[in-house]
């Protein structure tokens, strides 16, 4: 290639990345990569080094190298610079795999390549499947370069309370027309037999099997940590055995939907998603903890939650829902505009603060600066508070929103450094002034306006993760026309089943867990063996996957094998404040923009450490402090084998297999002999054989894993 084609491709791959090419140069690209090995060596080092731009908080990877560029230059009061542009080198797989999917859309535009099915599904020309289930407006492929029809209804007025006092949809809605459900979705029997067909029929199509329905054991077990945080106690496992009712799972399960456990796990799981597991932030961790554990408690619909936690005012101590944003609004509310995208719609824009998405076209610079201009009237407020038994002075924060009767506009520069101006805008709804409503009134109820929702879409997603492992996208938190659906009818029956029961959470969990695919065992057969998501391929829900316990699971159920009940904890104060001092030991807050965490807890030493001899097991296998020890050892009527029994009913919900035990029977019998040797009390020697047999079964895999 001479000087002067480099010269050439260098311009045009320039202009490929800003988004300002057309059909004829992008032809050329492809001559000139196609052309010479030096053509396409300069396409893969320029991609590589320029194709990427990303800003601090994109969570585009913490192992990235990346470098900094200082913005330069002066700005008016009145506009907002970007303070630094950053870089990140792609390495290994991942660049190659970028890089051959800008390639394969380069050919694909030209004409190079011909159409298969799956690169046809993104296309507008595309002909449609037997059943088309067309996606939402703002991602669908259908839509794409069309103008949406344009209804503009009235905003309804906010009530004190921050929820919009009316369900009627936000201005300049944007109407399609979705296919009808196959199944009435104010039936559950419906709604579950939908799930089962759908997944019935994706295993038929792969030539695969299901595995057995889970013993009953294996299934409370997994029930209880995926809906109470825990496991359950031996009395609530003999319970259900001794249970004659051929519909016990599902009495269980809404009845474990009722419990406080219920609320209190969900609301733990939904707090370090919104804030993180530090401490270190200066926000009121159990506030927001407390407020969301009022929603599950009280099954307020997911859309309140949402419409509260993005317009929340006031005190971080008096308003819980505020703390989300709170957190988030350092560095020109750009770690606000990504996390609220990212939670709630399960959508990552954060990397186009700097450019075009390099596969869905509509995703450019424009859309991540219209969305973080929702929030450019809001701001934090620093106070301090006096305790008056004590004395003592913290700071607290407040949020605050400034007068939205005028918009205020966020500006970006572009590639080439020209400074540009993006109103609040979303799913294609241009916002105008409100005199009763702020800019994020209107960001939540156009976030919940539509039937078909991406809001409902990602809360199913998240939740199909939370129950399964595993999501229908790769990444949960990454749903889009650029990602594979594994399920996409599923998902999008399910989805709209739930917004259209008003985003009733509990309802949705019972569909879920009253389906077949969560009642299957963990154990593979033959016939279902390449259904394996961690090895990389598509989740096929043949079988339960294994999930390891969070660290709240942890934390709960090693208090539930020292025999303190949940009830006891609450009773003590200690849910809540003992479980956030434990969990300090694992997790740091970041100084950065993407307001991450650091971690330990990730089969790290310090979690090694832990469960071998942290405080928790130590209470746990000491008979003065565990109850479960105590009771068993103390009860005489029990011989040595029950003894076994009792002890791995409470640690791992089971009995114990009898190779199992004849192999733990003869461990004992070794233990004693040594002990004896060492003239240790034969009474002494038998207890501290038995702690270790507990101590054992606490730290086996299987207690660490959810199956």
Same mark, same amino acid.
């Given at each position: 290639?001479?000087?002067?084609?480099?010269?050439?491709?260098?311009?045009?791959?320039?202009?490929?990345?800003?988004?300002?090419?057309?059909?004829?140069?992008?032809?050329?690209?492809?001559?000139?990569?196609?052309?010479?090995?030096?053509?396409?060596?300069? !396409?893969?080092?320029?991609?590589?080094?320029?194709?990427?731009?990303?800003?601090?908080?994109?969570?585009?990877?913490?192992?990235?190298?990346?470098?900094?560029?200082?913005?330069?230059?002066?700005?008016?009061?009145?506009?907002?610079?970007?303070?630094?542009?950053?870089?990140?080198?792609?390495?290994?797989?991942?660049?190659?795999?970028?890089?051959?999917?800008?390639?394969?859309?380069?050919?694909?535009?030209?004409?190079?390549?011909?159409?298969?099915?799956?690169?046809?599904?993104?296309?507008?020309?595309?002909?449609?499947?037997?059943?088309?289930?067309?996606?939402?407006?703002?991602?669908?492929?259908?839509?794409?370069?069309?103008?949406?029809?344009?209804?503009?209804?009235?905003?309804?007025?906010?009530?004190?309370?921050?929820?919009?006092?009316?369900?009627?949809?936000?201005?300049?809605?944007?109407?399609?027309?979705?296919?009808?459900?196959?199944?009435?979705?104010?039936?559950?029997?419906?709604?579950?037999?939908?799930?089962?067909?759908?997944?019935?029929?994706?295993?038929?199509?792969?030539?695969?099997?299901?595995?057995?329905?889970?013993?009953?054991?294996?299934?409370?077990?997994?029930?209880?940590?995926?809906?109470?945080?825990?496991?359950?106690?031996?009395?609530?496992?003999?319970?259900?055995?001794?249970?004659?009712?051929?519909?016990?799972?599902?009495?269980?399960?809404?009845?474990?939907?009722?419990?406080?456990?219920?609320?209190?796990?969900?609301?733990?799981?939904?707090?370090?998603?919104?804030?993180?597991?530090?401490?270190?932030?200066?926000?009121?961790?159990?506030?927001? !903890?407390?407020?969301?554990?009022?929603?599950?408690?009280?099954?307020?619909?997911?859309?309140?939650?949402?419409?509260?936690?993005?317009?929340?005012?006031?005190?971080?101590?008096?308003?819980?829902?505020?703390?989300?944003?709170?957190?988030?609004?350092?560095?020109?509310?750009?770690?606000?505009?990504?996390?609220?995208?990212?939670?709630?719609?399960?959508?990552?824009?954060?990397?186009?603060?700097?450019?075009?998405?390099?596969?869905?076209?509509?995703?450019?610079?424009?859309?991540?600066?219209?969305?973080?201009?929702?929030?450019?009237?809001?701001?934090?407020?620093?106070?301090?508070?006096?305790?008056?038994?004590?004395?003592?002075?913290?700071?607290?924060?407040?949020?605050?929103?400034?007068?939205?009767?005028?918009?205020?506009?966020? =500006?970006?520069?572009?590639?080439?450094?020209?400074?540009?101006?993006?109103?609040?805008?979303?799913?294609?709804?241009?916002?105008?002034?409100?005199?009763?409503?702020?800019?994020?009134?209107?960001?939540?109820?156009?976030?919940?306006?539509?039937?078909?929702?991406?809001?409902?879409?990602?809360?199913?997603?998240?939740?199909?993760?939370?129950?399964?492992?595993?999501?229908?996208?790769?990444?949960?938190?990454?749903?889009?026309?650029?990602?594979?659906?594994?399920?996409?009818?599923?998902?999008?029956? *399910?989805?709209?089943?739930?917004?259209?029961?008003?985003?009733?959470?509990?309802?949705? *969990?019972?569909? *879920?867990?009253?389906?077949?695919? =969560?009642?299957?065992?963990?154990?593979?057969?033959?016939?279902?063996?390449?259904?394996?998501?961690?090895?990389?391929?598509?989740?096929?829900?043949?079988?339960? =996957?294994?999930?390891?316990?969070?660290?709240?699971?942890?934390?709960?159920?090693?208090?539930?094998?020292?025999?303190?009940?949940?009830?006891?904890?609450?009773?003590?104060?200690?849910?809540?404040?003992?479980?956030?001092?434990?969990?300090?030991?694992?997790?740091?807050?970041?100084?950065?923009?993407?307001?991450?965490?650091?971690?330990?807890?990730?089969?790290?030493?310090?979690?090694?450490?832990?469960?071998?001899?942290?405080?928790?097991?130590?209470?746990?296998?000491?008979?003065?402090?565990?109850?479960?020890?105590?009771?068993?050892?103390?009860?005489?009527?029990?011989?040595?084998?029950?003894?076994?029994?009792?002890?791995?009913?409470?640690?791992?919900?089971?009995?114990?297999?009898?190779?199992?035990?004849?192999?733990?029977?003869?461990?004992?019998?070794?233990?004693?002999?040594?002990?004896?040797?060492?003239?240790?009390?034969?009474?002494?020697?038998?207890?501290?054989?038995?702690?270790?047999? !507990?101590?054992? =079964?606490?730290?086996?895999?299987?207690?660490?894993?959810?199956?």
């Amino acid at each position: 290639m001479n000087t002067k084609s480099r010269q050439e491709l260098l311009t045009l791959l320039e202009g490929f990345l800003e988004g300002n090419i057309s059909q004829e140069e992008l032809t050329r690209i492809e001559t000139l990569v196609l052309s010479s090995p030096d053509g396409r060596r300069l !396409y893969m080092d320029f991609m590589q080094l320029h194709g990427n731009l990303y800003w601090d908080a994109a969570g585009c990877g913490a192992d990235s190298e990346v470098r900094t560029i200082q913005s330069s230059g002066k700005f008016s009061s009145h506009v907002k610079p970007i303070e630094r542009f950053r870089r990140r080198k792609v390495v290994g797989v991942l660049t190659a795999a970028a890089l051959l999917i800008c390639v394969g859309l380069m050919l694909r535009t030209s004409g190079a390549l011909p159409f298969n099915q799956q690169t046809a599904s993104n296309d507008k020309n595309t002909p449609a499947d037997t059943n088309p289930v067309p996606l939402p407006v703002d991602v669908s492929p259908e839509h794409q370069g069309v103008t949406p029809d344009i209804v503009r209804v009235q905003l309804p007025p906010k009530d004190k309370s921050g929820v919009s006092g009316s369900d009627q949809p936000v201005i300049d809605k944007v109407s399609s027309e979705f296919k009808a459900l196959p199944f009435d979705p104010s039936s559950d029997l419906e709604v579950v037999s939908f799930i089962n067909q759908e997944l019935r029929e994706t295993l038929d199509d792969h030539g695969v099997r299901p595995s057995p329905r889970s013993e009953e054991t294996e299934w409370i077990r997994r029930v209880h940590l995926d809906l109470a945080g825990r496991i359950p106690t031996s009395l609530e496992v003999e319970t259900f055995l001794n249970q004659t009712d051929a519909n016990k799972r599902a009495l269980l399960l809404d009845s474990l939907l009722e419990s406080r456990d219920f609320a209190s796990h969900f609301a733990t799981i939904w707090t370090t998603l919104l804030v993180g597991r530090s401490t270190d932030r200066v926000i009121d961790r159990k506030a927001l !903890y407390t407020y969301l554990e009022n929603q599950f408690g009280n099954n307020q619909p997911w859309s309140d939650t949402v419409t509260d936690l993005i317009t929340a005012e006031g005190p971080a101590h008096q308003s819980g829902p505020t703390n989300f944003l709170l957190a988030h609004l350092n560095n020109e509310a750009v770690p606000a505009t990504a996390m609220t995208a990212r939670i709630f719609l399960c959508q990552q824009i954060q990397c186009t603060q700097c450019h075009r998405h390099p596969t869905a076209k509509d995703w450019g610079q424009e859309k991540f600066w219209e969305f973080n201009a929702f929030f450019q009237k809001t701001s934090v407020k620093k106070q301090m508070l006096v305790d008056e038994k004590t004395g003592q002075t913290k700071q607290s924060l407040e949020l605050v929103e400034a007068d939205s009767s005028q918009l205020e506009p966020s =500006y970006y520069l572009d590639l080439r450094g020209v400074m540009k101006v993006a109103y609040p805008r979303f799913a294609e709804v241009e916002i105008q002034p409100e005199e009763d409503l702020t800019l994020r009134d209107q960001l939540a109820q156009l976030l919940t306006a539509e039937d078909d929702s991406q809001l409902a879409k990602a809360f199913v997603n998240r939740s199909w993760l939370h129950f399964f492992g595993h999501a229908f996208t790769r990444q949960v938190d990454d749903m889009g026309p650029h990602h594979q659906t594994s399920h996409p009818e599923l998902l999008d029956g *399910i989805s709209k089943a739930f917004a259209s029961n008003q985003y009733d959470v509990r309802r949705l *969990i019972r569909w *879920i867990c009253l389906s077949d695919a =969560y009642h299957y065992t963990s154990t593979p057969i033959e016939e279902n063996k390449i259904d394996d998501p961690d090895a990389g391929e598509t989740p096929l829900f043949s079988r339960m =996957y294994l999930k390891p316990l969070s660290p709240e699971q942890i934390f709960n159920s090693l208090m539930v094998a020292s025999g303190v009940s949940p009830d006891e904890r609450r009773h003590r104060g200690a849910t809540f404040a003992q479980r956030e001092e434990w969990m300090q030991q694992f997790f740091s807050a970041l100084e950065n923009e993407e307001n991450g965490e650091l971690s330990t807890f990730d089969g790290s030493l310090s979690q090694t450490l832990m469960m071998m001899n942290g405080e928790l097991i130590q209470k746990a296998i000491d008979p003065q402090t565990g109850h479960v020890l105590r009771e068993i050892l103390s009860d005489r009527n029990k011989s040595e084998t029950d003894r076994i029994k009792d002890l791995c009913l409470a640690a791992l919900s089971r009995y114990p297999t009898k190779q199992e035990l004849e192999s733990i029977r003869k461990m004992l019998r070794n233990n004693l002999r040594q002990r004896a040797s060492r003239n240790v009390p034969s009474h002494v020697a038998y207890t501290e054989a038995f702690r270790d047999v !507990y101590w054992a =079964y606490l730290n086996s895999s299987e207690f660490s894993v959810n199956h």
